[in-house]
């Protein structure tokens, strides 16, 4: 599948909604938090494809804020999986060349999620082959509602005029403002929403949904989507034969 991909036209970025954890160990008859452990398998295959590829940009959505209305025996196993995994993956990150970030609001986290996440970060700082970004404790609408607020204050101050607010300067108060928008995000388990996920960042990104069950996630499936991606007409506002002139 790989020789139907121009490698020269390869999304920057790409965010993926990571969704069916539960679902799938459900119909195997386990427990979810079961799926959720299976889906670091998922995570690791397709980082692995992403870099291949040349994509410089991964954003996963790892935990929404909307995902503390779980039950808490779920919250719990899903703080320890990621301190298990973010810990246990560290060496191959930096073997890898990929640079770990996060967005999201952190201080919600447990101290420990924070300390191993904050170490991760600092420790893998200095790769450069690709960005895994994890959104953790995400939500788009809190996102642009704290740039609105900063903006605010910031006019009050003096520091900005109400002239200069325009969609370049809002870029620079989003989690997002050192990372250029996604150009493809995928959806896996069948779901076609964005569930408050980069509303901001995904204006223009061309959306491939797949009914893959997120712990079932592998290499094909992201190849899947690129092929996707590279048969689309990005037009961005403008006409087919403006974009074949230019």
Known sequence: MIEQINLQNVPQHVAIIMDGNGRWAKQQGLDRLFGHSQGVESVRDTLKTARELGIKYLTLYAFSTENWNRPKSEID????????????ELMELNNNGVRLLTIGDLNALPENCQKSLSDAIQKTSNNKDITLVLALNYSSQSEITSAIKNIIADNNSGKITIDEINPELID?????????DPELLIRTSGERRVSNFLLWQIAYAEFHFTSVFWPDFRRQHLLEAIIDFQQRERRFGMTSDQINKA
């Open 172 to 180: 620079t108060y989003l989690y997002t403002k050192d990372i250029p």
């Open 77 to 88: 196993g899903l703080m320890d999986l990621l301190i298990e995994a973010v810990t246990h």
